[in-house]
């Protein structure tokens, strides 16, 4: 992460975005698109009333937003859901043995990250998405915890070879998640089963 200072938030949000802003969704960035509003910079000159009347309520929140006036609390600390990772690739690819080997590249980016968070997980997810946007996503629930990446792996790659792809593959990813804290896994660690 990075901070940016007071002095330079609204050069910062001038330029980005608007489609990055927090809150703009796709549709929302397309309709903003469509009248011209690329950049905070855009959006800074369009008034409240005039983006009430094409938002409604939201439109008070992109009023502010691109302000740099956003009244919630900053939370530094916050608790981590999920880790993951994913790959869009330059062409599609069709063969299992080529979306395997993409998955095991991004099963080892996700390990790094999800060992850091010292946490233990129930869940991993895999993501796929075809070339025309289409997205799916299937998840396996363990009985346990994802305690090793060989484990992680193979849930991965069982997840895959289930799957019957119609079309080729653009995107790949993966997802750990519904996360035990590091207080309540001394507590799980400890229990003993007779």
Request: aromatic residues 12%; contains cysteine; proline residues 1%.
């Amino acid at each position: 992460y990075f901070v940016i200072t007071p002095d330079k938030a609204q050069g910062f949000i001038d330029s980005l975005e608007v489609r990055k802003f927090f809150g703009i969704g796709k549709v929302t960035a397309e309709k903003l698109n469509k009248m011209g509003i690329w950049f905070g910079r855009d959006l800074k000159r369009i008034e409240r009333f005039e983006l009430v009347r094409l938002f409604g309520k939201s439109g008070n929140y992109y009023y502010e937003i691109c302000r740099g006036i956003d009244d919630r609390q900053v939370e530094p600390a916050r608790e981590r859901k999920s880790v993951g990772a994913e790959q869009t690739f330059s062409a599609d690819l069709f063969r299992h043995s080529e979306m395997e080997t993409e998955l095991l590249e991004i099963a080892g980016i996700v390990w790094e990250r999800y060992e850091r968070t010292k946490a233990k997980a129930k869940t991993l997810t895999l993501k796929y998405k075809y070339s025309d946007f289409q997205q799916h996503t299937r998840s396996k629930t363990v009985a346990g915890y994802i305690y090793s990446k060989k484990d992680m792996i193979a849930e991965a790659l069982a997840l895959l070879n289930a799957e019957s792809f119609t079309k080729g593959v653009r995107l790949l990813g993966l997802t750990l998640s519904n996360f035990l804290q590091e207080e309540r896994q001394i507590a799980v660690q400890l229990t003993i089963e007779f």
